[in-house]
Each structure stands twice: as structure tokens, then as C-alpha cells.
């Protein structure tokens, strides 16, 4: 089986950076994704870590630390825009198990 | 492109009802999802196709029934609707086995109402 933990809530201020952490305990895990949701939408693929590191996509950035079962998403200079839920989800592709998602609300 | 296009958008049920949620895609992906999502929770896959013709139970897949008709095609059935059922579902596709980037491609939802 797979289980993710994030934090429910995170607020954060315009200009901002804000970091979401990830831990996981998976079976047959293949790499970490990080998922950004707003309001009534549909998820939307942010990055993805298959190795321990850091990714960087822009304003994104995300880790992974295998030894530790810990990732994080890191959000630089925060904008209105990027208020939304971000998920975590770990396994394969073939099997994703998502997270109860992080709920950022960026601040004026 | 569309990529991954679902139907309907929004349903209302009785308990007991039936109905098919259907999704295409035109990614030419192997791989499809359904996802519920319930609020304030993440989503959880319900069942999932590797290719034409196999599938695969998720972690909630009582109450309902899949078809993978094509490569394009994977629609969810639920056969006798139950309040429980009351959700958003999300089809979603990737490229996995020919690539693994941990990328899934979502439909924009189906919101199903069992009253």
C-alpha cells in the first residue's frame, strides 16, 4: 500500500517563498509527482523527481530524498495565481496514490 | 488537440440508477485512470488500464465497473448508484510504459450527484 502526508494548509504572502513538504510510505516506489489544482479544475502536472534531488521548472522547484521517504515543493516569488491545492503522489504511473493535497492561499 | 475529453460534465442520479461515464483521449497513450475525489481529500484511483483490453482494480473499485473499448476509449460504469457515490470523477491518461515521467493528463472532471 501507499500513503502520502502533507500538510492540509499553508498561507503565504505575494513575493513569497513557501515550501510543501511530502512524506510518503509506499511499496514499489518509482519517483514523486507534484500536482497543482485550483477551484473546480482539473489537476495539472507540475514536476516530477525519479532521482534524490532537486528539480527546478521556473518558479517550481521540487525534492526528493529516498534515504528519508521526503520531498518537498518549493514556490518561489509567490503570485496571487499560485493560490490552489498541490498534491503530492507517489508509486508508478501505473499506480499513482495521491495525497489530501495542500491548500495554499497567497496573500496580497 | 483536446486531450483528454469526458462526459457528461455534471449528472444527477437516483439511488439505484445507472450510468457510464466516458472518456477519450488523443495522446495516443497506453496507459488510463479513474480517479474519484471526494472534498478536501485527494484523488483515488478507482481502476486503471495499462492497454486495450486489460484493467486493473485501484484502491476503490466496489460499486463500479470499466471498459476499455480502444486505445482512445475508457469508459466507468456504475451499475446501481449509491449516495456514497456522490463525486468528482477524473479520467486521466499517460505515456507510461514507454515513458515514465510520473505525468498523468486529466480530463477537466464529472460532477455526479446521487440523490
Known amino acids: 500500500g501507499q500513503s502520502l502526508e502533507q500538510p492540509s494548509e499553508v498561507t503565504a504572502v505575494e513575493g513569497a517563498i513557501v515550501q510543501i513538504n511530502c512524506t510518503y510510505q509506499t511499496s514499489g516506489f518509482y519517483g514523486l509527482s507534484w500536482y497543482q489544482q485550483h477551484d473546480g479544475g482539473a489537476p495539472t502536472f507540475l514536476s516530477y523527481n525519479g532521482l534524490d534531488g532537486l528539480e527546478e521548472t521556473g518558479r517550481f522547484s521540487s525534492f526528493l530524498s529516498r534515504s528519508d521517504s521526503y520531498g518537498y515543493l518549493l514556490l518561489q516569488e509567490l503570485q496571487m495565481k499560485d493560490s490552489a491545492s498541490y498534491f503530492c503522489a507517489a508509486g508508478s504511473a501505473r499506480q499513482l496514490t495521491f495525497g489530501s493535497g495542500t491548500q495554499l492561499t497567497v496573500l496580497p | 488537440n483536446a486531450g483528454v475529453t469526458q462526459t457528461p460534465k455534471f449528472q444527477v442520479l437516483k439511488t439505484g440508477q445507472s450510468m457510464t461515464l466516458q472518456c477519450a483521449q488523443d495522446?495516443?497513450?497506453?496507459?488510463m485512470y479513474w480517479y474519484r475525489q471526494d472534498p478536501g481529500m485527494g484523488l483515488r484511483l478507482i481502476y486503471y488500464?495499462?492497454?486495450?483490453?486489460?484493467?486493473d482494480k485501484g484502491e476503490v473499485p466496489n460499486g463500479y465497473n470499466v471498459s476499455r473499448l480502444n486505445k482512445r476509449e475508457f469508459s466507468l460504469r456504475l451499475e446501481s448508484a449509491a449516495p456514497s457515490q456522490t463525486s468528482v470523477y477524473f479520467c486521466a491518461s499517460s505515456d507510461f510504459p514507454r515513458r515514465h515521467t510520473g505525468e498523468l493528463f486529466f480530463g477537466e472532471g464529472s460532477r455526479l450527484t446521487v440523490l
Open positions: 495522446m495516443n497513450h497506453n496507459s
Open positions: 488500464s495499462a492497454s486495450e483490453g486489460t484493467t
